[in-house]
């Protein structure tokens, strides 16, 4: 049972360029979302899914897209990536929130 | 003022020691409670939830004050494995705007030593 699964793990990006993260998830959670984590700041909530073909903007939604078109897959997308999006970044999902996030193991990305 | 506020630490105890840690929240609509782990670049885990009446998992024990808007973690017999930052978590209230996203405080650190 993988859980949460991240793709890619690391990457470079140039100022300007664009890049999808993707998010797979076989629990047959409703529920998804995408934090990034940044020293001194927390997890912040980038966007979020409460089913299949649903996204919500969350705390800091700004250069960010999302998709949901299957229920197991949510995707992070940056369209001209800024060095302010150097960040880690964490997807995770829940059946009942009631009982907590299961998070996938993050992508490091860098933008230069 | 911030939703979730941690005492960031570091919390630096020797083997054997009894610490604890506090968190408070904002909304006092929130409605489930969690304490997470994280270690050096690793993703966050679950460690327990809080619950109203208090709750107990090994060394770990954590309490809930909804009319202080307080949760604490108490940790005993500390290892050199329980080193990590933990994370104080809150929900939102189910029909409110903030339920299902959970709101993460900033983290406490703790470092054992032999």
Known sequence: NAGVTQTPKFRVLKTGQSMTLLCAQDMNHEYMYWYRQDPGMGLRLIHYSVGEGTTAKGEVPDGYNVSRLKKQNFLLGLESAAPSQTSVYFCASSDRVLYGYTFGSGTRLTVV | RKEVEQDPGPFNVPEGATVAFNCTYSNSASQSFFWYRQDCRKEPKLLMSVYSSGNED?????????????????????????????????????????????TFGQGTILTVHP
């Open chain 2, 58 to 102: 090994g060394r770990f024990t954590a309490q809930l004050n909804r009319a202080s808007q307080y949760i604490s973690l108490l940790i005993r017999d500390s290892k050199l494995s329980d080193s990590a930052t933990y994370l104080c978590v809150v929900n939102g209230k189910a029909g409110g705007t903030s339920y299902g996203k959970l």
